[in-house]
């Protein structure tokens, strides 16, 4: 950048402590303290021509110490020479900026995945219903998954029971068939269903139907039967 000549000489403008700096030559970065003591000097100009008028700073006087001003706070910010708090700050500044964004992020985030568990629910509150008035060899509706995650463990372990291995996580709103998985088709098939095969059900819906351990094999088919809104005795 080029040299920067010497301010006009305004003795009648300034204070000895609000004096312009000198010229700065082409090699040489303005510090700190010397944009600090140029706005001090520009301040006093503006002092001085807004209360003596244009008799004391011409326009062109005014002009000349903004320019100037202008010049020196941009050769010290093209060489990279901002103040140390105005770094700070400016870290400061896109680290909040990260964070809103993170917060926004997840605020979409958990709105989508609340919006996704009350269709689940909703459209498994409407199959029940249906299911509720289907006989033993009408076809059953089936149920989407409306608990998030797989239990880190089987929630029923009978004997012989092998958790299912999913190709892709199952994420809520997805039908049991989507991963291989069979559903009974009609009410009698629910009851002829097995304790593996209910358990498997209840690893894919992460659900245990409010089955206890001790309940005899009839009783698991009909609590499941009761999860998905079949009767027994229709």
């Given at each position: 950048m080029a040299l920067i000549p010497a301010a006009a000489a305004l003795p009648n403008c300034t204070n000895p402590t609000d004096a312009p700096i000198g010229p700065v030559p082409a090699n040489v970065t303005p510090t700190d303290a010397d944009c600090g003591q140029e706005n001090l000097y520009v301040g006093s100009v503006k002092r001085m021509r807004l209360s003596c008028g244009n008799g004391a700073v011409s326009n062109a006087e005014l002009g000349a110490a903004l320019i100037r001003e202008h010049m020196i706070l941009a050769k010290a910010a093209g060489a990279g020479a901002a103040p140390a708090w105005?770094?700070?700050?400016?870290?400061?500044?896109?680290?909040?900026?990260?964070?809103?964004?993170?917060?926004?992020?997840?605020?979409?985030?958990?709105?989508?995945?609340?919006?996704?568990?009350?269709?689940?629910?909703?459209?498994?509150?409407?199959?029940?219903i249906d299911n509720a008035g289907l006989g033993l060899q009408h076809q059953l509706r089936v149920l989407?998954?409306?608990?998030?995650?797989?239990?880190?463990?089987?929630?029923?372990?009978?004997?012989?029971?092998?958790?299912?291995?999913?190709?892709?996580?199952?994420?809520?709103?997805?039908?049991?068939?989507?991963?291989?998985?069979?559903?009974?088709?009609?009410?009698?098939?629910?009851?002829?269903?097995?304790?593996?095969?209910?358990?498997?059900?209840?690893?894919?819906?992460?659900?245990?139907?409010?089955?206890?351990?001790?309940?005899?094999?009839?009783?698991?088919?009909?609590?499941?039967?009761?999860?998905?809104?079949?009767?027994?005795?229709?």
């Open positions: 105005a770094a700070a700050m400016l870290q400061q500044m896109q680290q909040m900026q990260l964070q809103m964004q993170q917060m926004q992020l997840q605020m979409q985030q958990n709105h989508t995945e609340l919006v996704t568990l009350i269709q689940a629910s909703s459209e498994n509150q409407r199959i029940r989407v998954k409306e608990k998030p995650g797989l239990p880190a463990n089987p929630l029923l372990n009978p004997p012989n029971f092998h958790p299912p291995v999913f190709v892709v996580a199952p994420e809520v709103g997805d039908h049991p068939q989507q991963h291989g998985l069979a559903f009974p088709a009609t009410g009698a098939d629910v009851l002829r269903m097995t304790r593996p095969q209910v358990a498997t059900l209840s690893f894919f819906y992460n659900n245990d139907f409010g089955i206890q351990v001790n309940d005899a094999a009839l009783t698991w088919a009909t609590k499941f039967g009761g999860y998905i809104g079949f009767v027994r005795n229709q």
